[in-house]
């Protein structure tokens, strides 16, 4: 008797019933096939609405196990702190405390919003997903950079570097922000509006060089976002600035353009870290695009949590842990998933159109283990003796490093 049989009601006309649980047969035997109709019923209190975003909670796979820290959160539950000129949502360890490698922000800024020019400790990556901003930023020698950037197109703060972005016309951008700190808050930042505000006048003249009326209407509250005038053309605002001379590298750079480094007709990776977008020391971003029914394959990452966006689509996930511990779970557009380092995981899309994700991962580098690569690449006879698999099965497991099934 094994898995498959039982997961698919038993073989040989077999009831599945009252099958042991898999691989764990000193454990209680978990999962629906393991009990009655009337046990499985669910008469509490429900809201469908809410129950039915979760099938796999509702119903688990059968060779689901034991307990896990919650590894499902989402935008969609994030209240807005809205002001004139745009508006955020976050998700941080706060309110998702398995996520302590990065917190994360939603951000919508109208055509000519301002997100305040502001720093903070935490390093700063982000991605636009709807329209375009202006980013500028000053580094830690005083060379300026400013850039527009669209849809697909993604920037990196390092740590405590002075920052602004800018919804530009027509219609104004839509961001993810990460921070290398799960801790971290957009609520929380070093503004500008508030250090002048709270130094004494004669000081702020000193500093500046100017008398201190020159200040008299600077605004006692901070802006943080704010209805702004449209930024004029790219190339002015770049001239206005180039006095210091230009940083050696890019802040900003096109993700959704570069070339995939995984691409079948399953679905596309493309990856972002320092080894091609050199300032980004401390993320590591990969895009992901599957199709219906498509499946990013069983891996896990040797160096970095994985924290993930999921921009389009839908599918699950289940999450294997030592124990053994397996749980599953489902996401929709904005929805935020996290999977500790080390864990093993698999995406597949469960829905009816292209899945799009992000994973982001604290760490310089890329990098995951394979199942499937690693199992092609151990000697046949000791993987079949482990598994009771037949070696001519085996060599026909994909070798791909970072794949997507079916291949
Ligand atoms: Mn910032
Ligand atoms: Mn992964």
Known sequence: MNLIR?????????PAAKGPSFGNPDEPAQGALNTTPAALSDPGPQNPALAGQFPSFQNPPPTDVGGMPMFWSSFNIAPKRIQAGGWAREVTAENFPISKAIAAVNMRLG??????????????????????????????VGRAYVQDVGQGEIWYFPPGQPHSLQGLGPDGCEFLIVFDDGAASE????LVTDWLAHTPPDVLAQNFGVPAEVFKDIPLHDLWIFQGEEPGPLAADQAAVAEGGAPPNPFTFSLGGSKPVRENGSGSIRLADSTTFKVSTSIAAALL????????????????????YWIKGEGRMTVFNAGPRAQTADFKAGDVGYVPKGQGHYIQNTGATDLQFLAIFKAPVYQEVGLSEWLRHTPPALVAQHLNIDPAEIAKFPQDHIGIQPG
């Open 6 to 14: 039982r997961i698919l009601g038993g073989a040989g006309g077999a």
């Open 187 to 190: 609520f929380n930042t070093l």
């Open 111 to 140: 055509p000519g919003g301002i997100r305040e020019l502001h720093w903070h400790l935490a390093a700063e990556w982000g991605i636009v997903t709807n329209g375009a901003c202006r980013v500028t930023v000053l580094d830690e």
């Open 289 to 308: 695009s599957l199709k219906p029914g498509a499946m990013r394959g069983m891996h896990w990452h040797p160096n970095a949590d994985e924290w993930q």
